[in-house]
């Protein structure tokens, strides 16, 4: 305040507008309670600027908090303090807070303009509230007050955010009936909602009108127009746009590069789009994230170009500090593109690298060119057929006398008592999904499927899949999981490769996402933008709203389920332990991928990698007993085994031993082997084993080039080919393989320090299950504690029963 000139007041409110530029919302606290300290009586002005100050943190209670602290003071509010509290709940999306300021404007005898309405509207556009952003619109114009250019292109995000590119269209029209013109903004909204949407012609043909309306395209501009001539296949009209950029004195960002690289990549364009890194980006200084590293790769592997793309990939991406990161995350702004958004992280981390550099060394060894070709669509992608195909593996079986040894784990057969069984029986029924909620999540898949667009035609099926389609394994928190499988007709089958069959898959759920939210449903768009595209849809009573995710032709989950349910099928004591984990990892906050951690799928195929690896082995690798090879084509072309031997096979030959397994002692031994103190003898080893349930035993971890695992450690593994170069391998991380998708490691979503945290979990729990099995109840109560919490937890083992006792009372 003292480095300003004027009055102390109008001081003090040019020093709350400079911390705003800031974004320092608790500095403008600080120095609002600083001025009234020192006798500065804050003016409606003042609190305005101090609200202002919170929007770019999106701090809604605090400026909510400024409101009453200002009607405490006496002030009566004016329509810049209304517009400035709106536009931070904007910032922050929340636009119910948003919409509940606006309908209080008039008690505090304040009329709301076209700024509050544009405010309000905007929080709805960023919440994906397209129907609440229309109904404001109708509101304002009830209320007299006529829409501007503004009001149409935040209604016209919020449409675009849901999928609805052919309602922005008609808005766009109805812009110039209403005598509004078209601004930038406007232009761009649309252009990016006909590109999300695969809509290319509709998006190039406004990109084209821009310049006649004299109107200057900028970068979010020019990003769209890339993506959308990338998805017409012209690689050559992506690269002549960034001629174009520089004609019109366009600077190049990170984003607009990502899309030109996606483009080239889905060309095969690798030289292209390594000259793009080198000679436009890195010499302009623009800045490569993890999606410029995964586009950059992407375009080598559809060339085959393995040993290029490794000698790329070591130098040009030195990875990301963790400080960095901080600092990164806390900068990067929003570019509304939320309803494609990815769950991948956005710098490259050397555990990113890492995973990167292994599968292109197994593709090397492998030289499985053929899985990334995108030439050819087979004439039926269904086919299964009795071949076998090499596929590039996450484990390899392991030779090293320390891993042969299995996990005895002898003292966890203390806890095979009647006691301890019975208390963890109780818990685990109390967890698991129950009849009723089956028959629940069959009506609302009935009710779903009456959804289906007609154009769909007759032929198509909603799938079940996963522990919610009755697996075996489900809990009560389980999704329900469903694929949408109609002929290849319906789809474009001329983007039935790479990244276009992900556009097309994505098309179809934005197109049925309109007739749900017609039908009353709950709808969220943000897993779009997922590896595979995914559309959640909300059920269930108030109490207990549950989730259903759905796909397209995602014919490869239901057999990964299908295995799964296999292994259900074997032992009810391992449905009992995979239960279990599941349950405990959500108390400890280590459940899901969209945390970053590991999903249900992930956890159930490590708690059957433990059940194979016990002596006695609870159950075998189904896949290790298959009878021939079942292979399996996928609609981009890529093939996979999906052949095992059936429960019922097994248990007719003998099958493995009963043994002296119960539920109690294989939920202590599965923590023993995982969380084994000091890496002792039988426990698993993070540095350098990988958990497969294909192999069904101790297995190496793929690293570098070595197929075949002997001699492998955790230290550097060589890049061949490229001298002096090396790869730093994780010193400690979890390596999982999926046992159908051999390739795809399910331990590389745990960040080093998600890693770090799921083996101190694992380590606790060995240590707090390490007990007589007389103290069995009390041990799991407080392994079971929420994290954060000391005692009295919902996970309370008592509570647990009564609610066990409620539900067979109510069955």
């Known amino acids: 305040v003292g480095v300003c000139m004027g009055p102390p007041v109008a001081a003090l409110n040019e020093a709350l507008v400079a911390v705003g530029r800031l974004s320092s919302w608790a500095s403008a ?21 101090a609200t202002g100050a919170q929007r770019r943190a999106g701090r809604w209670e605090v400026a909510v908090a400024l409101l009453g602290r200002m009607v405490g003071d006496g002030l009566r509010p004016d329509p810049v303090n209304f517009n400035a509290l709106i536009s931070v709940c904007a910032a922050a999306a929340e636009w119910r807070v948003a919409l509940d300021v606006l309908r209080g404007t008039r008690q505090h005898g304040v009329v709301p303009d076209v700024v509050t309405y544009n405010a309000t509207i905007s ?23 006529r829409p501007n250019a503004v009001s149409f292109s935040s ?25 509004i013109p078209h601004d930038s ?39 769209s127009a890339i993506c959308a001539q990338g998805k017409a296949g012209d690689w050559r009209g992506a690269l002549a746009l960034l001629g174009t950029m520089d004609e019109e004195r366009v600077a190049l960002d990170t984003a607009t590069s990502n899309c030109l690289l996606g483009a080239l990549a889905h060309g095969a364009r690798w030289a292209e789009a390594l000259d793009v890194v080198v000679s436009t980006m890195d010499a302009r200084g623009v800045r490569k994230n993890a999606a410029t590293c995964n586009a950059l790769m992407r375009s080598f592997e ?6 290029l793309a490794i000698d790329a990939l070591l130098r040009l991406f030195p990875v990301t500090s963790e400080a960095d990161m901080a600092m990164l995350s806390a900068s990067s702004a929003a570019r509304g593109w939320d309803l494609f958004r990815s769950a991948r992280p956005e710098h490259l981390t050397a555990h990113m690298r890492n995973a990167i550099a292994e599968r292109l060394e197994r593709c090397l060894e492998h030289n499985w060119a053929s899985h990334f070709s995108c030439d050819a669509v087979p004439a039926c992608p269904d086919q299964l057929v009795g071949s076998s195909t090499a596929q590039p593996t996450v484990a390899v079986a392991a030779v090293c006398a320390q891993l042969e040894e299995d996990c005895q784990h002898v003292e966890a057969f203390s806890w095979a008592t009647p006691a301890a069984e019975e208390t963890v029986a109780a818990l685990v029924r109390s967890i698991s999904a129950t009849e009723a909620m089956a028959s629940e999540a069959a009506r609302f898949l009935a009710e779903v499927r009456r959804t289906m667009p007609a154009a769909w035609g007759a032929e198509v099926e909603l799938v079940p899949y996963g522990s919610g389609a009755g697996e075996g394994f489900a809990t009560r928190e389980a999704d329900v999981d469903a694929t949408v499988m109609l002929p290849l007709s319906v789809l474009d089958r001329g983007r039935l490769s790479g990244e276009g069959l992900r556009q097309a898959q994505q098309r179809l759920l934005v197109e049925w996402r309109g007739a749900l939210v017609a039908a009353g449903f709950e709808v969220s768009a943000v897993g779009l933008g997922g590896r595979v595209p995914v559309l959640a849809v909300s059920f269930g009573p108030p109490e207990q709203v549950r989730s259903a995710d759905f796909t397209v032709r995602n014919g490869l989950s239901v057999h990964k389920s299908a295995l799964l349910r296999e292994y259900a099928s074997s032992d009810p004591r391992l449905c009992d332990l995979v239960r279990f984990v599941k349950f405990w990892a959500r108390q400890r906050g280590l459940y899901g991928q969209p945390r970053g951690y590991l999903g249900g799928y992930a956890l159930s195929l490590l708690a059957v990698a433990f059940a194979q690896r016990a002596r006695p082995p ?68 993070f540095c350098s084993e990988a958990a497969s349930v ?42 999982l393989e999926d046992p159908i998708e051999t390739s795809w490691d399910l331990g590389q979503i745990l960040s080093p320090t998600r890693a770090a945290r799921l083996q101190a979990e694992c380590r606790r729990a060995a240590r707090l299950l390490d007990c007589p099995p007389e103290l069995a109840s009390d041990r799991l109560q407080q392994l079971l504690w929420r994290r954060g919490q000391s005692g009295g937890a919902a996970s309370d083992l008592s509570s647990l029963r009564r609610d066990e006792s409620s539900a067979g009372a109510e069955k």
Request: aromatic share 8%; glycine share 12%.
């Open 29 to 49: 606290l600080a120095l609002l309670d600083a001025a009234r300290s020192v006798g500065i009586q804050p003016t409606t002005g003042t609190y305005g600027a």
């Open 123 to 145: 929080a709805c556009d960023r919440a994906s509230q397209t129907g609440q952003a229309v109904a404001c619109v109708a509101r304002m114009r009830a209320d007299g007050v």
């Open 155 to 179: 209604v016209m995000s919020a449409m675009a955010r849901s999928g609805d590119w052919s309602s922005v269209l008609v808005l766009f029209e109805d812009m110039l009936l209403e005598g």
């Open 185 to 223: 903004v406007c232009y761009s909204v649309a252009i990016g909602a006909c590109d999300r949407a695969s809509e290319w012609r509709s998006a190039l043909r406004l990109f084209k009108l821009m310049p006649e309306q004299s109107l200057r395209r900028d970068a979010v501009v020019f990003a």
């Open 302 to 307: 559809r060339s085959g170009e393995w040993r």
């Open 618 to 685: 609870l159950v075998p690798s189904l896949q290790a007993l298959a009878p021939g090879h079942r292979v399996f084509t996928d609609d981009a072309g890529s093939t996979f085994d999906v052949a095992w031997a059936s429960a019922a096979d097994v248990q007719a030959s003998g099958g493995p031993a009963a043994g002296p397994w119960n539920s109690a002692s294989l939920l202590r031994g599965f923590f023993a082997f995982f969380g084994g103190r000091g890496g002792g003898a039988g426990a698993f080893d």
């Open 694 to 735: 294909r192999l069904g035993c101790r297995a190496r971890r793929a690293a570098g080039g070595s197929s075949t695992g002997a001699g492998s450690t955790a230290g550097s593994a060589d890049v061949a080919g490229f001298p002096g170069a090396s790869l730093q391998a994780p010193r400690r991380r979890l390596s």
